[in-house]
C-alpha cells in the first residue's frame, strides 16, 4: 500500500512564494505518474499539474491557471515530489493533494489517480 505524505502548506501573501513536498512510501515511487490536485471551499477538486514516471518519459503538465508560476519535480532517490508555487494569488488559496499513478502516465482526470494523500492547506491572503 502506497502512503502520501505531504507538506509544506502554510499562509503566504500574496506573490509569495511556497514548496509543497509530497513523501511517498510503501511503493515503487519511481514507476508512478505523480500529481497534484487543489480543493477550495465549495468547489470541486481541481488538477494542478502532474510528472510522469521515470519509464514512461514525456513531458509534464499544468493546468491553465497555474503554468508559468508552478513547477512540478520529483526526486526519485528521496521518493519525493514538489511543487513549487511562485506569484501566488488569493485564488490559489485551497487544501492541496497530492496523488500517485500505478501506470506511469500523466493525465489530468483525478479518477486515474489510485493513491492520494491527505492534504496540506495553502492560504494566500491579499
Known amino acids: 500500500q502506497v502512503q502520501l505524505i505531504e507538506s509544506g502548506g502554510g499562509l503566504v501573501q500574496a506573490g509569495g512564494s511556497l514548496r509543497l513536498s509530497c513523501a511517498a512510501s510503501g511503493g515503487f515511487f519511481s514507476t508512478y505518474a505523480m500529481a497534484w490536485f487543489r480543493q477550495a471551499p465549495g468547489k470541486e477538486r481541481e488538477f494542478v499539474a502532474a510528472?510522469?514516471?521515470?519509464?514512461?518519459?514525456?513531458?509534464?503538465i499544468y493546468a491553465d491557471s497555474v503554468k508559468g508560476r508552478f513547477t512540478i519535480s520529483r526526486d526519485n532517490a528521496k521518493n519525493t515530489v514538489y511543487l513549487q508555487m511562485n506569484s501566488l494569488k488569493p485564488e490559489d488559496t485551497a487544501v492541496y493533494y497530492c496523488a500517485a499513478r500505478g501506470s506511469g502516465w500523466v493525465d489530468w482526470d483525478s479518477n486515474k489517480y489510485n493513491y492520494w494523500g491527505q492534504g496540506t492547506q495553502v492560504t494566500v491572503s491579499s
Open positions: 510528472i510522469p514516471s521515470r519509464w514512461t518519459g514525456g513531458a509534464t
